[in-house]
């Protein structure tokens, strides 16, 4: 599964510099609201030190990652959900992604002007969060009205548990509530999927900090990391024009350059590794000398759903599974040392996958 990710942001908050730095694809970046009307997609190569150790020790001719796809749409701005700085057009872009980040301006600059004035970022998150839940209360209720004649005459359990799931949809969102915040029953809530609700999705805040700030924060990324904890959601800080700077190095100037700035790895690596941990996602590994290949899958997968990544047919002609764990073959060296200490094992239909596995599926279709 490739994970899609769509960005939000009031304007001049830094999105499209922090998108083009994490994406290394050029996005439109001007002191004034509205410079990004078509939406940016940018599909990045998801950092996995596993990786590239099983490629040094596998040495294969062939190497596959797996990847995020990062949508960047223009600055919303209050009635965007009524259409305001085209708004509607804007929102419709991210519907279908995975999750949304939501980045937030952290630092003073008098050289950028934001759009409100002054730099508030927890009035900057209620006006985009306003927006998103308010565009999706008018899907909510032109769903409703359908529903509920459909309901009055229907006995259908499907069409009764849809009618129910939008009126608690529809109760809670007028009531501020996010559509993810709304408890819905396991029969509710796969029927109000193809409303492609923003709010449903969960959501990453970004901070966007000035050099100073990036170690230890400032009092702004305290207040956005307050509010993200009573949502249980997760705050990354980045520095957007650090960010911007290192996406112009070359590899080797990239690793001296955070090293001198104290950093461990890039803001990208750090986003990912969140958003990752955000949607209950985990990777598994299939390396041979033709290929070594990361996938991704969400946490609890069973076997034959992990081998129905690679291809339909593998799922359902599912025999088994041989694995092993990663960190064994980094001990140990060599697939063949894996075997002998008897650490590959022969895993069924029940197999949980877990993180870092590698995996090799016998199948018969």
Known sequence: MALNVGIVGLPNVGKSTIFSALTSVEAVAANYPFCTIDPNVGIVTVPDERLDKIVSIVEPKSIVPTTIEF?????????ASKGEGLGNQFLANIRSTDATLHIVRCFHDPEVIHVAGKVDPLSDIDVINTELLLADLDTVERRYEKSQKLARTSQDSKIKNEFSALGKLREGMNAGKPARAIELTDEERPLTRDLFLITMKPTLYVANVDEAALSNGNEYTAAVQKRAAEEGSEVV?????????????EPAERDEFLRDMGLSEPGLNRLIHAAYRLLGLI???????????????RKGTKAPGAAGVIHSDFERGFIKADTYASSDLFTLGSEQAVKEKGLLRSEGKEYVVKDGDILFFKFNV
């Open 237 to 249: 800080m980045i520095c957007g024009a650090l960010e911007a700077e290192i996406s112009q190095l």
């Open 283 to 297: 990777t598994y590994f299939t390396a041979g000398v033709q290929e070594v290949r990361a996938w991704t899958i």
């Open 71 to 79: 949508v960047d749409i223009a600055g919303l701005v209050a009635g």
